[in-house]
């Protein structure tokens, strides 16, 4: 039978990071962060020859596309979604799509001059 031992819980602590040593190596917050930058800026790039109607439109589909890569990622490579204490793919997915739809409505209204 087991017990539990209420005496500063020590050995929970250790038991836990040695389950977490199997895992692999995650990247940190600023690594996913600047990963997620690079690619909004590489969507921009693609956007920017657009004439400046279809700009917002082309943006926010290249944004979108990008979110579903990076979901694509988290599914094959991140490890479930909650109680991470730093930022995934699944993050960087939430915020691909957060910019989309963020670009979408300031295209809706108006906001870039249309």
Same mark, same amino acid.
């Given at each position: 039978?087991?017990?539990?031992d $209420?005496? +500063?819980?020590? +050995?929970?602590?250790?038991? $836990?990071r040695?389950?977490?040593?199997g895992w692999?190596?995650?990247t940190?917050?600023g690594? =996913?962060?600047?990963?997620?930058?690079?690619?909004?800026?590489?969507c921009?790039?693609?956007?920017?020859?657009? %004439?400046?109607?279809? /700009?917002?439109? =082309?943006?926010?589909g290249?944004?979108?596309?990008?979110? @579903? =890569?990076?979901?694509?990622?988290?599914?094959?490579?991140?490890?479930?979604?909650?109680?991470? %204490?730093? /930022?995934?793919?699944?993050?960087?997915?939430?915020?691909a @799509?957060?910019?989309? @739809?963020g =670009?979408?409505?300031?295209?809706?209204?108006? /906001? @870039?001059?249309?």
């Amino acid at each position: 039978m087991t017990t539990f031992d $209420l005496k +500063g819980g020590r +050995g929970l602590r250790s038991r $836990l990071r040695r389950s977490r040593r199997g895992w692999p190596a995650r990247t940190t917050d600023g690594a =996913v962060l600047g990963r997620w930058i690079a690619s909004a800026a590489l969507c921009l790039a693609l956007a920017a020859p657009c %004439p400046a109607p279809a /700009l917002p439109w =082309v943006l926010a589909g290249l944004l979108s596309l990008s979110g @579903f =890569v990076w979901l694509g990622l988290a599914i094959t490579q991140a490890g479930p979604p909650a109680d991470a %204490p730093h /930022l995934t793919a699944w993050d960087a997915a939430l915020l691909a @799509f957060a910019a989309s @739809f963020g =670009v979408q409505s300031a295209a809706r209204l108006g /906001l @870039f001059g249309g």
